[in-house]
């Protein structure tokens, strides 16, 4: 794997199976290892997703890795911004590898990286994971982890998820090369992230991706609980997303949500 490397990554390690990429690092992170930590799995038994979902994939058809971070002076209420970073590198890397023209695969709030169909809905095509520790109002640290569909043939999806999920072989036509595609979001993680870590965000670029912004969503905050409302777009400072319903605007926080579709 090409590296852009001038020591961004700390520790490299690569696993044929696994349980969850997400708990080895977690287990780095407490026995010390620095930022920034890097497993990646071609298979996992028992991969996590948001909210207490497993995420599974075929062997080999997927780029499941996970992040060890230790974001020096990040505050806490800007801890969302981790899994940001990482979903727009990958979006952009995807693009670039997939051949697809720039901006077609969207971000879906608060965390999914999606590609919108002929008929206008989005379909899956990875999604991040962010499990953060703090000290104080700072993060301590942080395993972001992303599973992105990459060469998964569309007859082999599960068929209860097929109709909402997509990969990048489906999208591009062709095979897409794991490896190339995590060299590729390596190269643009690493700038964002230490733009970050030095106190700048890029906002804009993240909320021009956001394909809910002027869509009918429908909002579950808990079991039973959901809401239908407008997506005005999304707040760069906090990472909520802002609707408008009932005539009242307000804004929601990615932490009271369990599920966030197009209405
Ligand atoms: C979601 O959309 O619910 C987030 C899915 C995150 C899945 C990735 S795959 C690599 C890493 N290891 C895990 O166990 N989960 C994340």
Known sequence: ????????????????????????????????????????????????????????????????????????????????????????????????????????????????????????EPRKLAGVLGETSAEGDRVAAAVVGIGVNVDWARDDFPPQLADGMTSLRELSGAPVDREALLAAFLERLEPAYRALTAGR??????AARQVTTGRRVEVATGPGESSVCEALGVDTESGALIVIGAGERRTIDSGEVVRCRIA
């Open 1 to 120: 794997m090409r590296r852009s490397d001038g020591g961004f990554i700390s520790r490299l390690e690569r696993f044929a199976r696994l349980d969850s990429t997400q708990r080895v690092v977690a287990r780095w992170l407490a026995e010390g290892t620095p930022e920034v930590a890097l497993a990646v799995a071609d298979e996992q038994s028992a991969g996590r997703g948001r909210h207490g979902r497993s995420w599974t994939a075929p062997p080999g058809a997927a780029l499941l890795l996970s992040l060890g971070l230790r974001p020096p002076g990040l505050p806490l209420r800007h801890g969302w911004r981790l899994a940001a970073v990482v979903g727009l590198a990958m979006a952009e890397a995807a693009e670039q590898l997939a051949g697809l023209p720039q901006g077609s695969i969207g971000l879906k709030w608060p965390n999914d990286l999606v590609a919108v169909g002929g008929d206008g």
């Open 201 to 206: 965000f890029d906002g804009e670029r993240w």
